[in-house]
């Protein structure tokens, strides 16, 4: 064959291989669900309050079309909580009134709930700096909810357990996360209380992290003197909340200068495109402090997660090794495919595949590595983020004391196999991790 023929074939295959990769996507996208296992699960109804795109159905008890003024009269009495935070609101201030039927539309067997799209018929600045987020990548509010139901774990666990998951991160699919409806004040969004409904909770203690710092500190002592109807600009607050920092100037975005991400990943802090986020960091906290001390603060956090990195690669190679010695029990093979019934099923390893995983049937060891590295390490993360420095110290504590058992615990399988061979014992997987309660009852209820 010639090389041109050849390269055409090549080119011919690798195109034939992206199509088949598309047109799986595309399939397993179709089902009831959403996301890339929208075949696997079917929502609950009130998954249409939290996407409304995808599952909102309107109430049919009501017939009409109905005037402005008749959803207020008659809401006066059936939900007079609504109207009463929607007449203190600035939508029913403005000059031209912002009615219940401009979010929800007149004819009450056909009710919609807001999506972040209506919002922005009044409102483009903000949602183009919402949508625009998503050039950042993972994580960021605006693919919140994608994010959650692409989680292989959220489409293999039954729904009762993993509505909380689309609650939170339905700050991608409305706008009332953080100014809650229906007063919709852009006060209450200033505050650090509108943040940690979502953000609190061992893997991301922001709450605690931050009110445990210089400057939590000073807005419980002071923060209820403060004048939040001022934007978040310099010279406006002496010390920072969440949304000062995250929501620089009111923009809505929060993943513009975050280098560390959720503390997940290692990454290198000097690439040329960190240190440009990394200046954006030092540029904000220079509103209060020095240039100088505050890049110094911020290299401390890397420090911080050098070591912590070091740690988690200690226990990763422990694990890798065990499991190269096929000594980790259950064997990939032995447990249940992961999500449940997926057609390419991605196995249950727990600490490197899909580390979610190891929330549930695994082994002790990878239970032991998920917590350093879910919670005894992600707390540290953000308390060297916020400037809690007992935080930092606890999770790197408790980051220790989990190593330590992970390399008991590895010693201790090593011995018993030795003693096996020794013996003659046969290991015979069984049956127990691939119908177990959990898993049968995970693959009727999902
Ligand atoms: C005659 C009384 C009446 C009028 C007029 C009325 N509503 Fe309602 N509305 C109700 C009742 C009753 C419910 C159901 C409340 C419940 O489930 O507790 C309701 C529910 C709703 C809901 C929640 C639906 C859901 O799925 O949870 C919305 C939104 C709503 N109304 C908006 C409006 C709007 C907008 C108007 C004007 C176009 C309006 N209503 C006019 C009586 C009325
Ligand atoms: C600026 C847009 C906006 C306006 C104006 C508005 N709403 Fe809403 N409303 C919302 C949003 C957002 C939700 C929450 C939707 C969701 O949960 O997905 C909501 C939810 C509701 C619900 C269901 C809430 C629940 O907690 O069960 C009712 C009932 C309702 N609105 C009635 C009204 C009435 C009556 C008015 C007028 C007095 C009104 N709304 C005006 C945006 C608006
Ligand atoms: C029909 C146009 C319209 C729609 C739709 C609309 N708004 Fe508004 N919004 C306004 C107007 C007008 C104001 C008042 C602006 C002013 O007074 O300067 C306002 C003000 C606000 C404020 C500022 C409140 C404050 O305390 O300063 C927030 C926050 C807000 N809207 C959020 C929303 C959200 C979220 C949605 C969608 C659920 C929405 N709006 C839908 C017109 C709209
Ligand atoms: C309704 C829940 C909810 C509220 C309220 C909320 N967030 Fe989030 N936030 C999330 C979720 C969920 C994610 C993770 C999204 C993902 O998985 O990609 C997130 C991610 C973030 C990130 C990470 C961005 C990155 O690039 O690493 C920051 C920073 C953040 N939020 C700040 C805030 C601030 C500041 C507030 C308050 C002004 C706030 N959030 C309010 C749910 C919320
Ligand atoms: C209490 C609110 C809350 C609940 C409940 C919740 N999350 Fe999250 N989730 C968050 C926040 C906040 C973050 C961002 C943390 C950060 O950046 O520090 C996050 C981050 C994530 C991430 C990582 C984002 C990334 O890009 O790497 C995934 C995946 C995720 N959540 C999936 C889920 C799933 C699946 C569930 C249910 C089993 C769930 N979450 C339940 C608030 C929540
Ligand atoms: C993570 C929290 C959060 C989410 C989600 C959020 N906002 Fe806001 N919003 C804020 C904060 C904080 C402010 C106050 C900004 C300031 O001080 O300048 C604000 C202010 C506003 C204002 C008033 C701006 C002004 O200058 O008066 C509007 C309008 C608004 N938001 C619309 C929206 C819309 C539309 C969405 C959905 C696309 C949305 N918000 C989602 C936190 C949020
Ligand atoms: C003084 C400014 C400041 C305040 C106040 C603050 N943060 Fe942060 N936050 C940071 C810094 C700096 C990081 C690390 C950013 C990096 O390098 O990625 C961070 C990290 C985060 C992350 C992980 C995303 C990331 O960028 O790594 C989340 C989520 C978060 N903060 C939420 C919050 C919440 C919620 C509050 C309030 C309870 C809050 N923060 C208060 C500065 C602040
Ligand atoms: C809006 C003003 C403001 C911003 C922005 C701000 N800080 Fe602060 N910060 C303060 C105040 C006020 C204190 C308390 C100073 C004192 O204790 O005398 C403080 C204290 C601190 C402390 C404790 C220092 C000590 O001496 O006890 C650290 C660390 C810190 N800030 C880091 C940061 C970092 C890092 C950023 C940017 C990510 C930042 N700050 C942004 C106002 C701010």
């Known amino acids: ?66 005037e402005s003024k008749l959803c207020i009269e008659c809401h006066q009495g059936i939900t007079p909580g609504i109207v009463v935070d929607w007449r203190n609101s600035r939508h029913a201030q403005a000059e031209q009134p912002v009615y219940c039927n401009e979010c929800h539309g007149s004819d009450h067997q056909q009710l919609h709930l807001p999506t972040p ?12 700096e919402f949508v625009d987020e998503a050039r950042y990548g993972f994580p960021s509010h605006v693919l919140a909810m994608e994010r959650a139901v692409d989680a292989p774990h959220f489409a293999d666990k039954p729904k009762g357990e993993v509505q909380a998951c689309v609650q939170c991160h339905s700050v991608a699919t409305k706008c009332d996360s953080c ?47 403060w004048d939040w109807s001022k934007p978040l600009t310099k010279g406006n607050y002496k010390a920072p909340t969440c949304a000062y920092c995250h929501m620089e100037k009111g923009k809505h975005q929060v993943a513009d200068k975050s280098l560390w991400k959720f503390g997940l990943r290692e990454v290198n802090p000097h690439t040329s495109k960190n240190r440009v986020l990394r200046e954006r960091w030092i540029a904000l906290c220079s509103d209060c402090h020095s240039e100088r001390e505050s890049e110094q603060w911020l290299s401390e956090l890397d420090q911080e997660r050098k070591q912590a990195w070091k740690k988690l690669y200690a226990a990763e190679s422990i694990l890798k090794g065990l499991r190269g010695d096929q000594l980790i029990q259950p064997a990939a093979e032995d447990r249940p495919e992961y999500p449940m019934g997926s057609l390419w099923a991605k196995q249950r390893i727990g600490f490197f595949e899909g580390q979610a995983s190891a929330f549930y049937n695994v082994s002790g060891i990878e239970r032991d590595y998920f917590e350093m590295w879910y919670f005894d390490n992600l707390g540290a993360y953000k308390s060297a983020a916020h400037g809690y420095s007992a935080g930092v110290e606890r999770g790197h504590r408790k980051m220790d004391a989990s190593l330590e058992r992970i390399e008991g615990r590895a010693t201790r399988l090593r011995n018993l196999s030795e003693a096996e061979l020794k013996a003659g014992i046969n290991r015979v997987p069984s049956d127990l991790w691939k119908s177990g309660a959990y898993t049968d009852y995970n693959r009727e209820q999902n």
């Open 179 to 225: 100014h809650t409806r229906h007063r919709f004040d852009a006060a209450e969004a200033r505050r650090p209380e509108a943040c940690i409904t979502c953000h609190s909770g061992p893997p991301h203690p922001d709450d605690e992290t931050y009110f445990n710092s210089a400057h939590g500190k000073i807005y419980l002592a002071e923060g209820k003197d």
């Open 1 to 66: 064959m010639s090389s041109r023929r050849i390269v055409f074939t090549l080119l011919l295959l690798a195109l034939l291989v992206v199509l088949a990769g598309a047109a799986t996507v595309y399939w397993s996208k179709g089902g009831d669900g959403t996301g890339l296992y929208s075949r696997y699960w079917s929502a609950d109804p009130v998954q249409g309050y939290w996407d409304p795109e995808n599952f909102y159905q309107s109430t049919e008890i009501v017939e009409g079309v109905f």
């Open 117 to 128: 799209e209506v919002c922005a018929n009044c409102h483009q600045k903000q949602h183009g």
